[in-house]
């Protein structure tokens, strides 16, 4: 980035109506790359054991990953591919051992130290990018009610509401391979925010209110509200929800910041808290 900047981030987590809990999240900030940063979100699927088995799976995977990544020589793309091919292979190998068959979504965010922002999915879990309060862009889902809206036949609210919603046309740990979409964002700017989450919690909002939420809110703040509205609108019918927020801010001269907050920040280092409500 050409302008000093840090990132303000939450995680959010909660079981909703289910007897168990199959989604994983998490917010890995690098050991060795100060303001290199990986959010992701897993939803599990295949029983009690098989779904978190899945999730768990992706989550080992990309920790292992993000940690031999170095941002100053690797692909950032190949290694987000790799992340969902791989935990695509071990979650396979799980199969074995689980009471059903274990299938997991992935929405992976990477931001490097320079700015720029990679991203990949398989399934229908997402990441919306906000620019100043408005949607920039977002993910599309592997799903049956995704490719109807694709051709037409579908709006995107008949969708959400499709007796056919939760199918999904691709993901981790099927007998094929899973959908790989990649995308990158060049440059981040102060005032951009990626929200990446489970169905769970997008099923309830609108693009629109979503970016509402998170221009006015802190990221901690945003993502309690989102999990307690989620919650109340499906009443009593919610499926596991989790998400990750991260809200790029600028930094203030170093004395306005001393005299405004009494205290500086340093650029590129993630601050934020994590809320499991």
């Not at 609210?157 to 391979?177: F, K, Q, R, Y």
């Not at 006015?216 to 499906?234: G, M």
Request: a negative charge.
């Amino acid at each position: 980035m050409t302008k000093a900047f840090r990132l303000i981030a939450s995680t959010g987590i909660h079981k909703g109506d289910r007897e168990y809990q199959q989604d994983q999240v998490a917010l890995i900030s690098h050991e060795r790359h100060n303001g290199c940063v990986l959010g992701v979100v897993a939803d599990g699927m295949g029983g009690r054991s098989g779904g978190r088995k899945a999730s768990d799976q992706v989550m080992m995977t990309a920790r292992q990953l993000f940690e031999r990544y170095s941002p100053e020589t690797d692909d950032p793309a190949a290694m987000l591919k790799s992340m969902v091919e791989e935990a695509h292979i071990v979650i396979r190998l799980t199969a074995i051992s689980a009471e059903q068959e274990p299938h997991s979504t992935i929405a992976a965010f990477l931001i490097n130290p320079r700015g720029d922002c990679h991203w990949v999915h398989a399934g229908d879990s997402r990441i919306y990018h906000f620019q100043g309060g408005r949607l920039a862009h977002r993910t599309s889902d592997h799903s049956y009610v995704q490719a109807l809206v694709d051709r037409g036949e579908l709006t995107e609210a008949e969708a959400n509401n499709h007796p056919h919603s939760n199918i999904l046309v691709g993901c981790l740990g099927t007998e094929s391979d899973p959908p790989i979409t990649t995308h990158m964002i060049s440059q981040l700017h102060p005032g951009d925010t990626l929200l990446a989450c489970s169905d769970g919690v997008w099923h309830y909002f609108s693009p629109t209110e979503l970016a509402s939420v998170v221009e006015s809110l802190s990221p901690r703040e945003a993502t309690e509200f989102l999990i307690e509205k989620a919650r109340t609108r499906a009443r009593g019918g919610g499926d596991n929800l989790s998400l990750v927020i991260v809200k790029i801010e600028a930094l203030v001269e170093e004395k306005k910041t001393v005299q405004g907050m009494g205290m500086g920040t340093h650029p590129s280092v993630p601050a934020g808290a994590t809320s499991k409500v």
